[in-house]
């Protein structure tokens, strides 16, 4: 067994030099041909400047987080513990749901070809590649929680105006949060009803953090390695409901956990060193009873279920960080491969006429579920951030995050929105069946994704705008941004007459966010809802009247 480890760790290692000889062609060299005196001091310059560039940046990054602890003081000290813990119950969900759906164990074309076929035994795969994940782990693990207990350090040592510095009462020792009348009185004006709270951090080194954390996270990553190889070494093999049970039981575990973290976090903050202490000690007892499980069901592994469920790694391997594709074809590519092999979800509710188009809508939506963050994105983040900058809320350059959001990172907002009128745009023998104009077929291909995304702006605008202005003129301008947004995705399909110019859709929204912010300017909401109508009307009538674009 043991030469069969070292054999795929020296391949393990081959890999990261692959890896990192990519990298080096960035820099214009190769350091396996290139090996003349003057281009291994080129090679020893640019690893030099990188490692320069992380330090300075590491060392930034430490400043940011002493003066934000030393600002906000003890309160931030016990929501990041919380937050931390949170995170790991989070990783933990989301690397058990995928370890439910697919082998932990990813093999590319290469693997499947040479390793799996050889004599090499299965636990000495299993082993290695978590082995790997586990390490990879404890070093992200490691680095959080160094910051961690670095701004720990800071919120008890800094010299600030600490709204939250602890008052020295605690409930049995752990320096919980209890009501705090005199510090309540004697807040600042304007304070947040936070400050009638006190609490007490205790000392922790951020040595002791960063191997608590590293712990806490080889156990994450060791459980979900357990899950996977527990359902892979299973003589029967779970049906597609069975994994259903379990992903909804996983979640609400996850849930459970998060709400628990939340609670555990103020003690572990208030316990300091002896509290990370314990937490490491747990979780290093984890990854012992991870790695029994591990070492005595890996060698019962059905490598030949591991090579099917490793077939979508294998037909994606080539669209990786370095392949050269427009990144909107290898979404979509991986979004193709992956609905395909999920298979068909529901069934097309019975519907006739133009609410066949709502239906299918609605039912891929629900079917290809990776576009809703981006849907939520939209909704929740995107428009809110131009309503409250069109109203007054930030400085003038958060119209330019906006912009950025809507044209930049359009794979997670309008794009997704858009995407069943493009699958049909796209198809011909689809599209020509279809006696729908442009503009019909973009409204009823839109209207669940627009549905989704007005809920979720209705919900979040009011908590974004600032006091004073209408809450109706808001939540319009929201609504009425999000129905341009969509439009804006018809130009894509249309030209201004059969031999006229192509509008665009990035051109639309340039417009949208232009033509808003100036009426911004003169400080009446309902010019601002009007002008972002006229952008909508303007664009409904581009999109009706033009000419479709022969694909």
């Known amino acids: 067994m043991m030469r069969d480890f070292q054999l795929l760790v020296r391949l393990r290692v081959r890999h990261a030099r692959t890896f990192l000889l990519r990298l080096a062609y960035l820099a214009g060299t190769d350091p396996s041909v290139d090996r003349d005196a003057s281009d291994r001091v080129y090679q020893l310059y640019v690893a030099g400047a990188l490692l320069i560039c992380a330090a300075l940046l590491w060392f930034a990054l430490l400043d940011v987080v002493e003066k934000t602890f030393v600002a906000v003081g003890s309160l931030l000290g016990i929501v990041a513990v919380s937050a931390l813990l949170a995170m790991a119950v989070a990783v933990f969900v989301h690397w058990s749901v995928r370890a439910l759906r697919s082998a932990p164990l990813r093999l590319s074309h290469p693997d499947i070809a040479y390793v799996a076929s050889s004599p090499i035994s299965a636990r000495s795969l299993v082993m290695e590649a978590a082995g790997a994940s586990l390490l990879a782990a404890a ?6 929680g160094y910051l961690l207990g670095f701004g720990l350090e800071a919120a008890l040592g800094g010299a600030g105006w600490d709204w939250f510095a602890a008052s020295g009462t605690a409930a049995a020792g752990f320096g919980a949060a209890v009501p705090d009348p005199a510090a309540a009185a004697a807040g600042p004006p304007g304070s947040s009803p936070l400050a009638s709270f006190a609490f007490e951090l205790g000392e922790v080194s951020p040595a002791m953090a960063a191997l608590a954390c590293s712990a806490l996270f080889a156990a994450v990553a060791g459980g979900s ?36 973290a939340f609670v555990c976090g103020p003690i572990l903050a208030a316990a300091g060193s002896a509290g990370f202490a314990i937490l490491g000690a747990a979780a290093l007892a984890c990854l012992v009873v991870e790695a029994a499980v591990l070492a005595v069901l890996s060698p019962r592994v059905d490598m030949v279920a591991v090579v099917q469920e490793s077939a979508l790694a294998v037909e994606l391997d080539p669209f ?3 392949s050269a594709l427009d990144p909107d074809v290898q979404s979509d590519y991986r979004r193709r ?8 979800v529901f069934r097309l509710p019975a519907a006739q006429g133009r609410f066949v188009f709502i239906a299918r809508s609605a039912l891929s939506l629900v079917r ?33 995050f906006w912009l950025m959001l809507l044209v930049l990172v359009r794979p997670s907002g309008p794009r997704e929105a858009s995407r069943a009128f493009r699958d049909d745009m796209r198809v011909r023998l689809v599209r020509d069946q279809l006696p729908f104009s442009v503009f019909e077929l973009l409204v009823l291909d839109s209207l669940p994704a627009f549905a989704l995304v007005a809920v979720l702006t209705c919900a979040v605008v009011p908590f974004a705008v600032p006091p004073g202005v209408p809450l109706a003129a808001a939540l319009a301008l929201g609504v009425v941004t999000n129905a341009a947004t969509l439009l804006c995705a018809g130009l894509d399909a249309v030209r201004m007459s059969s031999k006229g110019l192509r509008p665009w859709s990035e051109g639309g929204l340039a417009m949208l966010v232009a033509a808003t912010a100036i009426a911004s300017t003169f400080e009446l909401p309902w010019l601002t809802v009007a002008a972002a109508v006229a952008v909508c009307v303007g664009v409904a009538l581009i999109v009706l009247r033009g000419a479709e674009r022969a694909r």
């Open 337 to 344: 491969i992956k609905v395909a092999r999920r298979g068909p």
């Open 225 to 260: 390695w357990a899950i996977g190889v527990v359902r892979l070494a299973s003589r029967r093999r779970p049906q597609r409901a069975e994994k259903i049970v379990g992903i909804v039981v996983a979640c609400a575990l996850g849930l459970a956990g998060t709400a628990g």
């Open 320 to 322: 990786g960080v370095f």
């Open 368 to 400: 290809q579920f990776e576009g809703l963050a981006g849907l939520v994105v939209l909704g929740a983040a995107t428009t809110p951030l131009g309503v409250a900058a069109l109203f007054g809320a930030g400085a003038p350059v958060t119209f330019l």
């Open 139 to 144: 070093v992200i693990g490691a680095l959080a």
